[in-house]
């Protein structure tokens, strides 16, 4: 397990919102590396996910480390026995421990996109045709090699085993070089192969043979000792994007296509073994066969790795392990519980992502009219694949009974059930007989043309669920059952309307906690409310826009509307008004939620930023931007998380609220307030302790107002001490007695060869009696026989000046057993007297009266009190200072309870009242 902290833009970042944390994203169109871990003896699969790389166990695959962040996404990786090597525009970077930059390699003057280790030597190719070669230990450069990107474009390159400095390069031309980097000089040009782009090199199992790909399909095996061609493979799905060579003993040879399908060969044989159709859903971006085991590893820019098991009778792979996202950009996000999140992407599916571990995520599988019929074809040729979700309603109240998620598919007549808790396709798909013609005994759809639904909402208790669409028409379903259970009608549109409830589309629908009101808005400018029960229309509210969707705070009874003239605007159920209009967005509302009180409303637009309303004060308190347009956002029901997804990103982002862990500042904003910069969105990685930006002005000042100083002489005012300096002091002996050990410790049976040390907070050397210091007086001073403990001492200072500031102060600074023991040492018979006992108690009275610290010094005195109770008693004229002492206890014990007492009555009145 490992700790992890992320980054954003501090300029211009959200007072509230804090970058937390990138779910579902795995993987990229970048080629992933495979380093073995010799102690451990388990392989690492590290793999660049934009500007950062995750490195995965292959034992569970399961992550394990996440670098630190690029400026921007990494073009290529490449590792050795210790090293990482990125390559991120012009910089080759080199990471160690797989996190932390060790240093960075400059020179280039355009985008590294080759990076290859070779020995104590790093070779690095830019766009420019530039080859560069770098030491390793000292990071300065070795070699450059300028080619002409006419007559040989580097493509890609690759180490021959046994070659010792040596490197085949690849060209665009068709044409491979072999060089001797050390000395600088070509040896060997052989091809080219019908002028064909050489797309991949690899090294087989077998010395001498070089594995070459080409853009036509062509794959090659080259002997670069005899230069011969030795076997020559064509396949049918475009270029060949990777090769691999399976090294436990069989002749097997894989190779990528830019289809997702991956090709097996038989190297014996000299046929293709077999297809692995759809083994991803985009271009297979690299393979590797693990050594000496039957396991591949791919990943593909589809946001999928997966490590497949070549251990059955017909030498297939079977899939072993997967990490998975999104492979199209997730359309809609919503909180299920605290910690997950569910989301549907423009790939049809809908995934539940945990933002406490990775392992915890699910995947509910494709949308599809015959889950049956498509597990059998697979689904990537799932010829019944339904549309994108683009909306969806999810309640927990029923979900472990039945169905408990309904979703909305593009411009699709049909509404789909999901059940959550079996993480599977429902099974219901919810169509009105409006939408039917009868026909040879069964029922068929019209055409899709004509109608599709617009809108989703569940009821509270998560038996109903009611179905907006296109055409005006609403109705309500038995969720368990399917079963049609009314449909509302708004009669006063005429017959001519039929059973509609809106005469245009319906772009909105929610019921209340009560299953009392049911709220509706059409694209005709007009909000309704309904009776949930009888169906039956109650009032209507007239809007001067057109509304795009709305979104329902059952609790506060309070709707938030947003329109198509960029504002939002809120409906109260009970009054049927609008009381709020809030404006300034400068494109199209994408999605609005609220907060748990109702007291925050977030909205993101097509401007590409993020505003936060107060409703009370009906003002903006916060605003920030990000670089691609929020599509859609949803708050945790205890308000400490944010979730987000974004235009053409793959990921569901998380962000902190900040504003339940920190003191921040709500001070409204300009209603016209526009962010100068974007910020940076959530990415999982370490946050480097140089790069911590400056607190703001605003956090600092909040942060001073909660020091413990005293404002005023004449206000009480705490420590601000940790609850354990001080809370237990009357009960330490008990705390003593119970953490007693049961037996004495034991002595060893033989000395260590170390010195011994004093225990103590800092340790020290104890040391030897038997030397004895020769520089040391022999004569013996009055103080070497005093038995006074530091804390006598120091009090003893401090009656002297009348300041006790110091004594008090070392007080604090101490544990409980410190501070019982320093107590203890004021005592006659432990080194000190009766003169030190007086001194404390007017220690005590000054600190009562400068009513500082009031919480410690009461525990202070209180365990003074018990511990030399019976030797006060015997000290004349200490009377009259404990009674002077207990007047000013109760004259400050009954300001506090008056205090107390009021702040209590009002805070009760207030929580009771009907405001």
Request: glycine content about 6%; hydrophobic content about 40%.
């Amino acid at each position: 397990m490992f700790q992890v902290f992320f980054k954003c833009n501090m300029g211009n970042q959200s007072k509230i919102f804090e970058g937390f944390k990138a779910l579902g994203l795995h993987s990229s169109h970048i080629r992933h590396v495979i380093r073995l871990h010799r102690r451990l003896n388990d392989f690492y699969v590290i793999v660049p996910v934009g500007k950062v790389f995750h490195t995965y166990n292959c034992s569970k695959l399961g992550i394990c480390y996440v670098s630190n962040s690029h400026p921007q996404d990494i073009e290529c990786i490449a590792v050795d026995s210790f090293l990482v090597y990125t390559g991120c525009q012009n910089v080759v970077r080199v990471f160690e421990y797989n996190t932390q930059i060790k240093y960075t390699l400059e020179g280039h003057t355009s985008d590294v996109h080759l990076i290859h280790p070779l020995g104590k030597h790093l070779i690095s190719v830019d766009k420019s045709n530039c080859v560069k070669i770098w030491h390793v230990q000292t990071g300065e450069q070795y070699l450059n090699i300028e080619f002409s990107s006419s007559v040989f474009e580097i493509t890609t390159l690759v180490h021959p085993s046994t070659y010792v400095n040596k490197v085949l390069f690849g060209s665009k031309q068709g044409l491979l070089q072999l060089w001797n980097v050390s000395r600088n000089k070509m040896l060997y040009e052989f091809g080219p192969w019908k002028d064909s782009r050489i797309t991949c090199l690899e090294q087989s199992s077998a010395v001498d043979i070089i594995g070459v790909g080409t853009e036509t399909g062509d794959i090659l095996l080259l002997n670069l000792k005899t230069g011969d061609v030795l076997m020559k493979f064509m396949q049918d799905y475009g270029p060949v994007t990777c090769i691999s060579f399976l090294t436990d003993g069989s002749s097997t040879m894989a190779t990528g296509t830019v289809s997702g399908h991956i090709c097996l060969w038989d190297l014996e044989e000299k046929i293709l073994k077999g297809l692995m159709s759809n083994a991803h859903a985009a271009s297979v971006a690299g393979l590797t066969f693990i050594p000496s085991q039957p396991l591949m590893v791919t990943n593909a820019a589809d946001n999928t790795i997966k490590i497949w098991a070549f251990d059955t009778e017909d030498g297939m792979g079977r899939l072993l392990r997967e990490r998975s996202g999104h492979y199209g950009p997730p359309v809609k996000v919503r909180f299920h519980d605290e910690t997950s999140v569910i989301s549907s992407g423009y790939d049809s599916t809908i995934r539940l992502f945990s933002c406490v571990h990775s392992s915890k995520d699910k995947n509910f599988g494709q949308a599809s009219m015959n889950r049956a019929q498509a597990k059998k074809k697979g689904i990537r040729i799932d010829d019944k694949k339904l549309p994108p979700v683009v909306e969806f309603c999810v309640e927990r109240a029923r979900e472990s009974q039945w169905d408990g998620l309904v979703a909305v598919h593009y411009r699709h007549p049909l509404a789909t059930s999901w059940n959550v808790k079996c993480s599977r396709m429902g099974s219901h798909k919810f169509l009105h007989d409006r939408f039917k013609t009868a026909g040879k005994g069964e029922k068929k759809l019209v055409s899709f043309k004509n109608h599709h639904v617009t809108s989703v909402a569940l009821t509270a208790c998560g038996n109903f669920t009611l179905i907006g669409y296109s055409t005006g028409h609403l109705d309500m379903y038995n969720i368990q059952s399917g079963i049609h259970r009314g449909t509302y009608v708004d009669k006063s549109l005429g017959k001519t309307a039929g059973d509609k409830a809106h005469s245009a589309s319906v772009v909105g629908v929610a019921v209340d906690a009560l299953n009392q009101i049911t709220v509706t808005a059409g694209n005709e400018k007009c909000f309704k409310f309904w009776r949930f029960k009888e169906n039956t229309i109650l009032d209507k509210l007239e809007l001067d826009c057109v509304p795009s969707q709305i979104n329902l705070h059952r609790d506060s009874g309070m709707v938030a509307v947003a329109c198509n003239d960029f504002s939002v605007k809120v409906v109260d159920i009970d009054t049927r008004k609008v009381v709020r209009n809030f404006t300034h967005h400068t494109g199209v509302i994408n999605d609005l939620c609220w907060s748990s009180d109702a007291r925050w409303l977030i909205t993101a637009s097509s401007d590409c930023t993020v505003r936060t309303w107060d409703l009370p004060s009906a003002t903006l308190i916060d605003c920030f931007a990000v670089d691609n347009a929020v599509t859609s956002l949803n708050l945790s029901p205890n308000c400490d998380m944010l979730a987000t997804s974004h235009v053409d990103d793959l990921g569901v982002y998380i962000w902190s609220n900040r504003y339940l862990y920190s003191h921040i500042s709500l001070q409204p904003l300009p209603l016209d307030y526009e962010p100068d910069d974007a910020v940076d969105l959530p990415l999982t990685i370490p946050l480097p302790v140089s790069e911590v930006a400056e607190t703001p002005d605003e956090e600092k000042q909040a942060n001073e107002d909660i020091k413990c100083e005293q404002l005023e002489s004449n206000l009480i005012t705490l420590a601000c001490l940790p609850q354990s300096r001080w809370a237990n002091l009357l009960q330490l002996d008990v705390i003593k007695q119970r953490n007693k050990p049961k037996e004495a410790p034991k002595v060893p049976k033989s000395a260590p060869f170390f010195l011994p040390t004093a225990s103590a907070l800092v340790p020290s050397f104890i040391t030897d009696p038997d030397v004895k210091d020769t520089d040391s007086s022999k004569i013996t001073s009055l103080k070497s026989i005093e038995n006074f403990s530091e804390f006598a001492a120091i009090l003893n200072n401090c009656s002297s000046i009348e300041n006790y500031s110091s004594a008090l102060e070392y007080l604090k600074k101490q544990g409980p057993s410190a501070i019982d023991t320093a107590l203890r040492s004021l005592d006659p018979f432990c080194g000190g007297s009766n003169a030190l006992l007086e001194i404390f108690l007017d220690f005590v009275e000054e600190i009562f009266i400068s009513r500082r610290d009031f919480e410690a010094i009461q525990a202070y005195f209180g365990l003074f009190l018990k511990i030399h109770a019976d030797t006060l008693a015997s000290i004349p004229g200490v009377e009259s200072k404990l009674e002077r002492i207990l007047k000013r206890q109760e004259e400050d014990r009954k300001e506090i309870s008056y205090l107390l007492n009021q702040a209590m009555c009002v805070t009760n009145f207030i929580k009771s009242a009907g405001i």
